[in-house]
T-cell receptor
């Protein structure tokens, strides 16, 4: 079974600075998908960014980018120019290429400080 | 609709009672998921529907939990003889299709409190 680990329960960053959230996963699959979701206090999970394992190029969405290291099974999220609205729980998720079940990590609580 | 809708947003019930939680997915989304999220934890998979049928119900914790999606759209999660340990936020999500990169779109969840 796949597992997803997020080793940082809580992090904080000053507004406008850069922060990196860590995620590692365990799988025997060669092709799969990875996602980062954000959950603000409103409770709704929002997709931040996604990465296909067979693509070597790291995904980027505006201020959000990932560092995908397939051999190390690592998928970190970098948030540049942090904004107060980035304060939220961040969850890393894994899905097998031919699977349907998304497996989530335990989350990292990020606080952006003014 | 514009997004995944879950009702009620909050539900308080007494131990031993029966509850139903409703999920209305994004129009046209064929796949529907239920997750449970306890305080401070990540979502835990319960069940997945493709169309009307439950394609994977391996996450349902026991036979007190049941879910249906009779017309391939709205789904209802049913919990019988509720226990205090069932208290959690129940999240529903839908996907446009079963293609690998099709992301989950979540509702705001239903917070269930069993007293």
């Amino acid at each position: 079974a796949q597992t997803v680990t997020q080793s940082q329960p809580e992090m904080s960053v000053q507004e406008a600075e850069t922060v990196t959230l860590s995620c590692t996963y365990d799988t025997s699959e060669s092709n799969y998908y990875l996602f980062w979701y954000k959950q603000p206090p409103s409770r709704q999970m929002i997709l931040v960014i996604r990465q296909e394992a067979y693509k070597q190029q790291n995904a980027t969405e505006n201020r959000f980018s990932v560092n995908f290291q397939k051999a190390a099974k690592s998928f970190s999220l970098k948030i540049s120019d942090s904004q107060l609205g980035d304060t939220a729980m961040y969850f890393c998720a894994f899905m097998k290429h031919y699977g349907q079940n998304f497996v989530f990590g335990p989350g990292t609580r990020l606080s952006v400080l003014p | 609709g514009a997004g995944v809708s879950q009702t009620p947003s909050n539900k308080v019930t007494e131990k031993g009672k029966y509850v139903e939680l409703r999920c209305d997915p994004i129009s046209g989304h064929t796949a529907l998921y239920w997750y449970r999220q306890s305080l401070g934890q990540g979502p835990e998979f319960l069940i997945y529907f493709q169309g009307t049928g439950a394609a994977d119900d391996s996450g349902l914790p026991n036979d007190r939990f049941f879910a249906v999606r009779p017309e391939g759209s709205v789904s209802t999660l049913k919990i019988q003889r509720t226990e205090r340990g069932d208290s959690a936020v129940y999240l529903c999500a839908s996907r446009k299709n079963s293609m690998g990169d099709s992301p989950l779109h979540f509702g705001n969840g239903t917070r269930l409190t069993v007293t």
